[in-house]
Antibody, heavy 124, light 107 residues
Framework: QVQLQESGPGLVKPSETLSLTCTVS????????WSWIRQPPGMGLEWIGY???????NYNPSLKSRVTISVDTSKNQFSLNLSSVTAADTAVYYC??????????????????WGQGTLVTVSS | EIVMTQSPATLSVSPGERATLSCRAS??????LAWYQQKPGQAPRLLIY???TRATGIPARFSGSGSGTEFSLTISSLQSEDFAVYYC?????????FGQGTKVEIK
């Protein structure tokens, strides 16, 4: 079955860039859309953005000026860069498959499956 | 931007009882709504999409209903493994957005 695994530093200094990678196993990264979602401690979920294997991206406007998502099809990985971080960016970061391409008139923009998540703390 | 509001924030239920969770959208999302379950220390798991279609492997005690702006998730007879936080997510428009969650706890 499809499995996703996040990796990257657990501690980032304020004003620096947060960088995470998601490795996909059990399926090719081609043909799907892949997202990053975050969850501050004790809070709800925020969609950050997605990338298609071709490189097409779509970002949440709330983070768009600081976010870059990229893909490496040769490694079956996609990555997140979030620049100029502050303490407000402290969160568990999840990667997930989705949204799926539209089929006819049916939207399929849910997320399944998800990685286990990785906690990133922004602190000096 | 569509805002999703879930109620109540916490629901106290005894095992075997029925639980009904609500999710409201600030504007219509048609039937483009998903529900997720999240247990402590785990990633969310997809339960329902299309407002009422159970995802693969989800037990029949979970059911979703609603369209437009008002939705509900019902757990017909709570099992011990169902005590968790539940999130709704609209996918009718960008940006994709989640509700703030409802915690289902043991009464």
């Amino acid at each position: 079955q499809v499995q996703l695994q996040e990796s990257g530093p657990g501690l980032v200094k304020p004003s620096e860039t947060l960088s995470l990678t998601c490795t996909v196993s059990g399926a090719s990264i081609r043909g799907y859309y892949w997202s990053w979602i975050r969850q501050p401690p004790g809070m709800g979920l925020e969609w950050i953005g997605y990338i298609y294997y071709s490189g097409t991206t779509n970002y949440n406007p709330s983070l768009k000026s600081r976010v870059t998502i990229s893909v490496d099809t040769s490694k079956n990985q996609f990555s997140l860069n979030l620049s100029s971080v502050t303490a407000a960016d402290t969160a568990v970061y999840y990667c997930a498959r989705g949204p799926a391409p539209v089929v006819g008139a049916t939207l399929r923009r849910w997320f399944d499956p998800w990685g286990q998540g990785t906690l990133v703390t922004v602190s000096s | 931007e569509i805002v999703m509001t879930q109620s109540p924030a916490t629901l106290s239920v005894s095992p075997g009882e029925r639980a009904t969770l609500s999710c409201r959208a600030s504007q219509t999302v048609s039937s483009n709504l998903a529900w997720y379950q999240q247990k402590p220390g785990q990633a969310p798991r997809l339960l329902i999409y299309g407002a009422s279609t159970r995802a693969t492997g989800i037990p029949a005690r979970f059911s979703g209903s609603g369209s437009g702006t008002e939705f509900s998730l019902t757990i017909s007879s709570l099992q011990s493994e169902d005590f968790a936080v539940y999130y709704c997510q609209q996918y009718n428009d960008w940006p994709l957005a989640f509700g703030q969650g409802t915690k289902v706890e043991i009464k």
